[in-house]
């Protein structure tokens, strides 16, 4: 079992839907999780952080579920400029583990 | 302010080459990572840095890559006898706390290397 595990998609949206991914870890130990967003050709950038059961910032809200071992991120009234690759990031030993992404294209 | 840099942007070279990527983390961060991005792939560890040691170099794929990082600030990544595979985009990072596990790690634009 990969250490993070996402579906890759794409997921095809229209603009204002909801959209959710979710993402799998096998390190029970891990205390804090991360969402990055990377654009195409892009270095990753920080979305959301997620040390407790949740987290929200506006449009986006990011939940945590340590009994399942999985953490998602919902989207909603989805956006053209939302268009990316999302990258669950978990920590693992002393390094932070990413997952291959999830591809989200948003379409007006 | 300044973000993290690296350089160069692109670098193509032939196979059997070194090459050497530079990376200039934000000031006064003390955590700097390097990563390797296959196309289409996740990120890939390669080698964290606390100051100018290496806790952490779990990640190098062979003998032929090694890191260093002088002055608590820039770092330089080598490739020694390139081969076709090391081909990818190459990501430096840096954080303000040791291990940079709870904090936010910025990224730099990469350095894109192609082995010929």
């Known amino acids: 079992r990969k250490e993070v595990e996402q579906d890759p998609g794409p997921f095809n949206v229209p603009e204002g839907a909801t959209v959710a991914f979710n993402c799998t870890y096998s390190?029970?130990?891990?205390?804090?999780f991360f969402w990055y967003r990377q654009d195409c050709r892009k270095e990753p950038k920080l979305l959301m952080s997620v040390y407790s059961s949740g987290n929200e910032d506006g449009r986006f809200t990011a939940q945590l579920n340590r009994a399942s071992q999985y953490i998602s991120l919902l989207i909603r009234d989805s956006k053209l400029s939302d268009s990316a690759t999302y990258l669950c990031?978990?920590?693992?030993?002393?390094?932070?583990?990413f997952g291959a992404g999830t591809i989200l294209r948003v379409k007006s | 302010g300044a973000g993290v840099s690296q350089s160069p942007s692109n670098k193509v070279t032939e196979k059997g080459k070194d090459v050497e990527l530079r990376c200039d983390p934000i000031s006064g961060h003390t955590a700097l990572y390097w990563y390797r991005q296959s196309l289409g792939q996740g990120l890939e560890f390669l080698i964290y840095?606390?100051?100018?040691?290496?806790?952490?170099k779990s990640g190098l794929p062979s003998d032929r890559f090694s890191a260093e990082r002088t002055g608590g600030s820039v770092s330089t990544l080598t490739i020694q006898r390139t081969q076709q595979e090391d081909s990818a985009v190459y990501l430096c990072?840096?954080?303000?706390?040791?291990?940079?596990?709870?904090?936010?790690?910025?990224f730099g634009p990469g350095t894109r290397l192609t082995v010929t």
């Open positions: 390190n029970s130990a891990s205390q804090s």
């Open positions: 840095f606390q100051g100018n040691s290496a806790p952490d």
């Open positions: 990031v978990v920590p693992g030993g002393n390094k932070l583990v």
């Open positions: 990072a840096s954080s303000s706390q040791p291990w940079g596990l709870r904090y936010e790690q910025y």
